[in-house]
């Protein structure tokens, strides 16, 4: 999803309908001049929900908490997304709630050239989060059955260090930044995000495209992304071990890598790729 993953959290205040104010002192206005009043205009509200862990979530009730709207309730469908037409502003603010999680409040976002809006919700249970900063170990596995792969680049792993984002518009101790070391890696990709949600941890490598992509040779590299996740196990350090969901890509390339990794047709000279759930992905403490 690109509109930003990634939650806004701004103060609002209520949308007067006909509120028009005149440029000049009420004072320099001849009597009987008439106020002409601006029509509210509708916008198209995009909603989604997730938990801090990156799941979308069902089932999440969305209250209109000022503005024309005021009070109106949402309910997030099966893929943690809520919508509907109405007087949005960016001074119109909503709450989400369920039981057993934190409640939020967001602000809308409304666009300048179209008619709609938007608004995000992350939630996080209402248990403490396991605390995941610290130096560990990644590694991601491609699944034996997806062919094409040289062997040298089927199990890799690399040093990480996770550290904490610390934000007013996220909930505290539940989103992590990492970086992995120890190899060659194309421009700027070099990095994977944790959310953690209660005792669940997951990872992700998926930005405007693949997050981690290593270069494994003159002009090879394989590519990641995907996300996995998993409860980590009770009494111990943050990890887990679970399918990797996304894609792998093994790219040769014709000539030199440029600013950013790019494996199309017109610049690959072989290109493979895995979607399969078989591969495997691993962080573990070091």
């Known amino acids: 999803m690109k509109c930003g993953l990634v939650g806004a959290g701004i103060a609002l205040i209520g949308l007067s309908l006909g509120c028009s104010q005149p440029s000049t002192s009420p004072a320099s206005v001849a009597p009987g001049t008439p106020v002409v009043v ?21 089932d ?42 934190v409640t939020r409040t967001s602000s809308v976002v409304t666009g300048t050239s179209v008619d709609q ?18 130096n560990f170990t990644l590694a991601i596995s491609v699944d034996s059955a997806c062919a094409g792969f040289p062997d040298e680049v089927r199990n890799r792993s690399w040093p990480v260090l996770l550290t904490k984002r610390n934000t007013d518009t996220l909930p505290a101790d539940t989103q992590f930044d990492g970086r992995v070391s120890g190899g060659q890696f194309a421009p700027n990709a070099n990095m994977f995000w944790v959310g953690v949600a209660g005792d669940y941890l997951a990872v992700s490598t998926e930005g405007e495209g693949p997050s981690i992509v290593e270069q494994v040779g003159p002009k090879s590299y394989i590519a990641y992304s995907g996300n996995a996740g998993a409860v980590i196990p009770s009494g111990g350090p943050a990890m ?47």
């Open 38 to 58: 601006a029509p509210a205009t509708t916008q198209y509200l995009n909603g989604y929900v997730s938990d801090t862990a990156f799941r979308p979530m069902a």
């Open 240 to 286: 887990i071990s679970a399918p990797f969901k996304g894609l792998i890509e093994y790219c040769e390339l014709k000539s030199t890598l440029g600013q950013y990794y790019d494996c199309s047709d017109a610049l690959a000279g072989v290109r493979v790729q895995c979607t399969s759930e078989g591969s495997q992905l691993s962080l573990t403490p070091r």
């Open 117 to 134: 809006a938007w608004v995000f919700f992350r939630l996080t249970p209402a248990t403490p989060p396991v605390q995941a900063a610290g």
């Open 60 to 101: 999440v009730s969305v209250e209109v908490l000022n503005g024309p709207d005021r009070g109106k309730l949402l309910t997030s469908d099966a893929t943690g997304r809520f919508s509907y037409t109405g007087f949005l502003t960016s001074e119109v603010s909503m709450r989400a709630t369920k039981d057993g999680y």
